[in-house]
Every structure is written in C-alpha cells, then in structure tokens.
Nanobody, 117 residues
Framework: QVHLVESGGGLVQAGGSLRLSCAAS????????MGWYRQRPGKQRDMVAT???????NYVDTVKGRFTISRDNAKKTWYLQMNSLKPEDTAVYFC???????????WGQGTQVTVSS
C-alpha cells in the first residue's frame, strides 16, 4: 500500500506561482509512476503531469512550459511547481501514484488551488 499526503494549495493571483507537494509512505519502492490530476468545477478529473520511476515526464498541453513536476527520492516526495497561473487552472489537485505489478492506484486527499483574475 502507498499512502499519499498533499500540501501547498491556496489562493493566488493570475500570473503567480504555487508549489504542491505530495509525500509518500508505505511500499514506495514499488511506485512505477507518480504525478498530479486536477478536477475543475463541473468537470472530470484530468491528468496534469506525470513522472515515471525512470524520470520521464509528461504534461497536458495546457500546462506545458508553465508547470514542472519533480521528485526528491530521499524525501519520498514529489512536487508540482506551477508558474504563470491562470484562472482556468483553478481546480482541486490530486496527487497519485501507480504502484506494484498491477499498477494499482493511490490518491492524495486533494488540495484546492484558486487563481483569481
């Protein structure tokens, strides 16, 4: 099992920055990929950024060049640095991990990010 705890959301003006953190515990050696989804009001949950155990990254087109995903293996934590934030980035952000041979899912509790215009 992998347990995730998020932090770092908040309220920011358009053009500002925030950094989200996701701390993992449990069988973290089995994590294959990790990252962030977001759920905007009235919308489905969509992938934002992913980083694999090998270090490959992937982003949704709307955040490329603005968001950066990274990880600190020693701290068992990954991060989403969000720059040049836009009102349309307003959402609840969920970190996730895919782990084990079955690529099971684990989710963080979610953190609200609100970008004011």
């Amino acid at each position: 099992q992998v347990h995730l705890v998020e932090s770092g959301g908040g309220l920011v003006q358009a053009g500002g920055s925030l950094r989200l953190s996701c701390a993992a515990s449990g069988t973290i050696f089995s994590i294959n990929a990790m990252g962030w989804y977001r759920q905007r009001p009235g919308k489905q949950r969509d992938m934002v950024a992913t980083i694999t155990s090998g270090g490959s990254t992937n982003y949704v087109d709307t955040v490329k060049g603005r968001f950066t995903i990274s990880r600190d293996n020693a701290k068992k934590t990954w991060y989403l640095q969000m720059n040049s934030l836009k009102p349309e980035d307003t959402a609840v952000y969920f970190c996730y991990a895919r782990y084990g041979s079955n690529w099971s899912w684990s989710w963080g509790q979610g953190t609200q990010v609100t970008v004011s215009s």
